[in-house]
Each structure stands twice: as structure tokens, then as C-alpha cells.
């Protein structure tokens, strides 16, 4: 189970800046905000230590592939290399042409925040089983942000354990505390917090296990923000993957949302 956080950067002009100031060189303009990390919610996901949620309450009611017998179809296949991984997780092509590329955080090799979440769900860490894991690039645009990741197991056996997470009771709660003390550790003064697991949602690929929403109210370098953190879990053929779309100040677009998690789900199912 991998928690991603860390999808991108706040580039936004501080409130009352003059937004053409900043168009040309966010990053750099003085009167752009501080450059300081968009973590999305800590999610039992996919990728390097990744988990999923679902419509119905059995979160692998719509695996990759049929898992008539888990046991043969295993035996046919053999755990995702990291080359492959890389085919699967958000691509440029997959967002707008104006949005850049940022800073990786590097979150896969972090597994204190994993090993974290598993102990407060009350499950096993799978980490240990992850065969291969990539992370992608995050890719910005306006108060938007987008990164995913993906990890290959050894066991379906893996998968249902981190998929059946987006079941279990705890998750509400282990996501907020554990997201909360993420955004302070960067600084952030959260005011509140709330989080909506929708499972395998209507209009999504079959191999989409299920949402979570975030909604994070706070403070950061003096500026009052909302934050809305999207992350989508995908199942394959041994295969997690994670995509985490964060928002500062406006909710997630749904148009582009849809159209990179159709993309990187499809590239799941055709491992």
C-alpha cells in the first residue's frame, strides 16, 4: 500500500496578485505564492504499497480481469517489471499541453506512512510483497495536479488485502489523521477535514475498485486555502495503481479527471 502524498506544487499568484504577472513564469515571479507541496490524501493505494475502494462492499466485485481461479490465472502470469509499470502511470500525453511537469516527491520510498496506515487499519503491511514499483511525474495546471503510481505483487492475495481496506470502517478515520499529519509536517494549519469513499463508481472502467475524496480546509504561509485531493484505485493482473488529483480553491475537473483515469485504466487492464 502506498500513500501518495505529494501530487504536485501550489504555483497559484498569492491572492490580489495580478495573475498575468504570473502566468509566464509561476515559479519564479515575485509575485507568485511560495512554492509549497500539494500532498493529496493518504490512501490505501495501489503502486509501491497501494490499496482501493469500490461501488459495491465487495472491493474486488470488478477486478482487471476475470478471477474465475485466481490459482491458474496466477500461474500464467509472473508480477509486472518496473518497464512495464512505466507504460501503465500518467504520461504527458495524458494531460492538457500546457500543463508542466514538477518535482517528484519521491513518495515510493517512504514506507513509514504505509507501514502507518496498515497498522491503524488493522491489516497487514503488503509492502514487503511489492515485486516493482514506478511513480510518475506530477504534472500541474492552474490549482490543478496530477501523479500516479503503480506497483506490481506476487500474490492477487496482496491486492485483496489493500482493496479490502476501502471496506473496512477504519478507513475514514486512519485517512485523516494520517493525511492531517502529512500536511503539517508541511506546514500546514488544518482547520478540517472530510472524506468520501465511493465504491467502483458509475461511468468508470471495470477496473476501477473505487474513489476517495478529500476536502481539506486550512492554512498555509498566512493564505486560507480549501484543498480537494481525487484519488482513483485501479486493479490489474498483480498490479495496483494509484491516481491522485489535487485542487487548490476549486473542485476537481471532472472532464480531464475522467479523461486520464479511462486512459490509465485501460493501460492497467492491458498489462
Not at 490549482?143 to 477504519?170: F, H, K, W
Request: glycine share 6%; net charge neutral; aromatic share 4%.
Amino acid at each position: 500500500m502506498v500513500l501518495l502524498a505529494g501530487c504536485g506544487r501550489d504555483e497559484r499568484p498569492a491572492r490580489g496578485a495580478d495573475p498575468a504577472a504570473s502566468a509566464s513564469d509561476p515559479a519564479t515571479s515575485p509575485a507568485a505564492a511560495p512554492t509549497t507541496p500539494v500532498p493529496p490524501p493518504p490512501t490505501v493505494t495501489p503502486a509501491p504499497r497501494a490499496t482501493t475502494p469500490g461501488r459495491s462492499t465487495t472491493p474486488t466485485r470488478r477486478p482487471t480481469t476475470p478471477r474465475t481461479s485466481a490459482t491458474t490465472q496466477q500461474a500464467k502470469r509472473t508480477p509486472a517489471t518496473e518497464q512495464q509499470l512505466q507504460k501503465i502511470i500518467v504520461r504527458a500525453t495524458d494531460v492538457p499541453s500546457d500543463w508542466v511537469a514538477t518535482e517528484s516527491f519521491n513518495t515510493l520510498n517512504n514506507p513509514d506512512a504505509n507501514f502507518a496506515m496498515a497498522e491503524c487499519m488493522g491489516v497487514r503491511d503488503t509492502t514487503p510483497n511489492m515485486v516493482a514499483g514506478v511513480e510518475s511525474q506530477p504534472y500541474s495546471g492552474g490549482p490543478a495536479s496530477v501523479q500516479s503510481v503503480a506497483a506490481s505483487y506476487r500474490s492477487e492475495a496482496d491486492l485483496d488485502v489493500d482493496y479490502g481496506m476501502l471496506t473496512n470502517p477504519r478507513l475514514q478515520p486512519c485517512m485523516e489523521r494520517i493525511t492531517r499529519l502529512i500536511y503539517e509536517q508541511l506546514d500546514w494549519t488544518v482547520d478540517s477535514m472530510s472524506t468520501k469513499v465511493t465504491l467502483a463508481p458509475t461511468r468508470s472502467a471495470p477496473n476501477v475498485v473505487g474513489v476517495v475524496d478529500n476536502k481539506l480546509v486550512g492554512t498555509i504561509a498566512g493564505q486560507d486555502l480549501v484543498q480537494y485531493d481525487r484519488t482513483a484505485f485501479i486493479r490489474g493482473p498483480l498490479i495496483e495503481v494509484q491516481v491522485v488529483m489535487a485542487s487548490i480553491d476549486e473542485p476537481i475537473p471532472e472532464a480531464l479527471w475522467n479523461k486520464i483515469l479511462t486512459k490509465v485504466a485501460a493501460r492497467a487492464a492491458g498489462h
